[in-house]
């Protein structure tokens, strides 16, 4: 089994391994003009479009609360569109533009790129089993 630092610690090692795995994404997305955030958002609008701001926040982990200025540079980038709410004047919904749906194959490889490269090595079993862990992690609640 391999040793992990700081005495095993959940979150010590998870944070280890998601800096090393974002500098992954990051050298990917810059390939196509997108932060790591924007690419991930894109990869949400493409499982459902026209999702509200808080529900995107959500799905990529973020608060709410700090997520416009987020949305503000991809909608810069031509990415994406803010529509008013059909039955509610003051809620927006989030809407890929033709240019966001354009990178969708980029998008697409990308992922398929770099989990093939973490997976690279990792018994089929192995990997599996990470991904439950993970999945429950993400479920777990306070």
């Not at 610690?9 to 998870?14: D, E, H, K, P």
């Not at 949400?44 to 540079?73: C, H, W």
């Not at 990308?110 to 090595?121: C, N, P, S």
């Amino acid at each position: 089994m391999a040793e992990l630092r700081f005495g095993g610690s959940v979150w010590c090692n998870l944070d280890i391994a998601l800096r090393s795995v974002d500098e992954i994404y990051k050298q990917e997305t810059q390939e196509i003009g997108l932060a790591v955030i924007e690419w991930y958002i894109l990869r949400v609008l493409y499982e459902q479009d026209g999702q509200m701001a808080n529900q995107l926040a959500k799905a990529v982990g973020r608060a709410a609360t700090s997520f416009t200025p987020i949305l503000d540079q991809i909608e810069r980038k031509g990415l994406i569109e803010r529509r008013t709410h059909p039955t509610d004047r003051r809620s927006v919904k989030i809407y890929l533009t033709a240019k966001g749906h354009g990178l969708k194959p980029q998008v697409q490889a990308i992922a398929d790129r770099v989990e093939k490269r973490l997976a690279q090595g990792v018994p089929d079993k192995d990997w599996q089993s990470y991904q439950r862990v993970v999945a429950n992690f993400q479920n777990t609640t306070t």
